[in-house]
């Protein structure tokens, strides 16, 4: 899982996404306030729509306004399919 979480959290910080890089888990929080949109919703759907790259509301976890200004993905991906998401998320540079 570590060249996994590499992939993806070096692709969200070349796309402007801060990474709070996680110690253990399957998956990792960003900053998503590059994407300029009044909730954390509004920016998981800008990202399906614009790069087809789906990620959960930090709402979905914290209730403070701090979920307003994160997503969550998940890593627990094949290589293939991650590196694709990288890719993706680059172009938002």
């Known amino acids: 899982y570590q060249r996994k979480r590499q992939i993806l959290c ?3 910080a070349d796309a402007g996404l801060t990474p709070y890089w996680p110690s253990g888990a399957y998956y990792v929080l960003c900053d998503a306030r590059k994407l ?8 998981a759907m800008k ?4 790069v ?7 709402t979905s976890f914290y209730r403070d306004p701090i ?9 627990a991906k094949e290589d ?11 172009t938002l540079a």
Do not use: M, P
């Open 10 to 12: 070096s692709a969200l």
């Open 36 to 43: 300029q949109c009044k909730t954390a919703r509004e920016a």
């Open 47 to 50: 990202l399906l729509h614009n």
């Open 52 to 58: 087809g790259i789906a990620s959960i509301s930090g």
């Open 67 to 75: 979920g307003e200004t994160i997503l969550r993905f998940c890593f």
């Open 80 to 90: 293939e399919v991650l590196l694709e998401a990288a890719k993706r998320l680059r």
